[in-house]
């Protein structure tokens, strides 16, 4: 059974860089043809994917974030891991990683976000 | 970006109702669309792939339809534990996107 667990500071200082991590267990980071991605939820509010990583430093990011963000992957350790630079209060929120795998139905392959971890709260605050 | 429009964005139901959620895409995105169901304090759980293609799990009273840029999720008779907030969330291309959610509350 694969697990994915978020580790990082929960709080933040406005304009300082956001660090987590997120460690696979239960399977091999590089197995598979996966993409490993960030995804956050501010408090009451709906999901917004933040960026992917492949185990070949490959990255796509939501444009929306894109010059703020940088995504990277240690495949000995099994992690990956997310910075989000000068982020103001408007970046609180739970961030999930998750695992995308691609599932076989009505005769195409859709990218689907089948593993999640738990989430874990970051909170921009002086 | 591809946008997500959920509705209703929040229903209440009984215990055995069956119940409808709405999914449009602002472009048509094929059958590239997977539905998410979030329980307070959890992560989402993947319900449906492809559109109408069943998460290995998933019950069978949950169903999924659509094609281009109309899509449902529907549960046939909900039960207690279904009570949640519900996302389609497109794969066609990335960016990805989300809709914005539909609470099923109990009436």
């Known amino acids: 059974q694969v697990q994915l667990q978020e580790s990082g500071p929960g709080l933040v200082k406005p304009s300082e860089t956001l660090s987590l991590t997120c460690t696979v267990s239960g399977d091999s980071i590089s197995s598979g043809s996966y993409y490993w991605n960030w995804i956050r939820q501010p408090a009451g509010k709906g999901l917004e994917w933040i960026g992917r990583?492949?185990?070949?430093?490959?990255?796509n990011y939501n444009p929306s974030l894109k010059s703020r963000v940088t995504m990277s992957v240690d495949t000995p350790k099994n992690q990956f891991s997310l910075k989000l630079s000068s982020v103001t209060a408007a970046d609180t929120a739970v961030y999930y990683c998750?695992?995308?795998?691609?599932?076989?139905?009505?005769?195409?392959?859709?990218?689907?976000?089948?593993?999640w971890g738990q989430g874990t709260l970051v909170t921009v605050s002086s | 970006d591809i946008q997500m429009t959920q509705s209703p964005s929040s229903l209440s139901a009984s215990v055995g109702d069956r119940v409808t959620i709405t999914c449009r895409a602002s472009?048509?995105?094929?059958?590239?669309l997977n539905w998410y169901q979030q329980k307070p304090g959890k992560a989402p759980k993947l319900l449906i792939f492809?559109?109408?293609s069943f998460q290995s799990g998933v019950p069978s009273r949950f169903s999924g339809s659509g094609s281009g840029t109309d899509f449902t999720l529907s549960i046939s008779s909900l039960q207690p534990e279904d009570f949640a907030t519900y996302y389609c969330?497109?794969?066609?291309?990335?960016?990805?996107?989300f809709g914005q959610g539909t609470k099923v509350e109990i009436k």
């Open positions: 492809a559109a109408s």
């Open positions: 472009q048509s995105i094929s059958n590239y």
């Open positions: 969330q497109q794969s066609y291309t990335t960016p990805w996107t």
């Open positions: 990583i492949y185990t070949s430093g490959s990255t």
């Open positions: 998750a695992r995308e795998a691609d599932y076989y139905g009505s005769g195409s392959y859709s990218p689907s976000f089948d593993y």
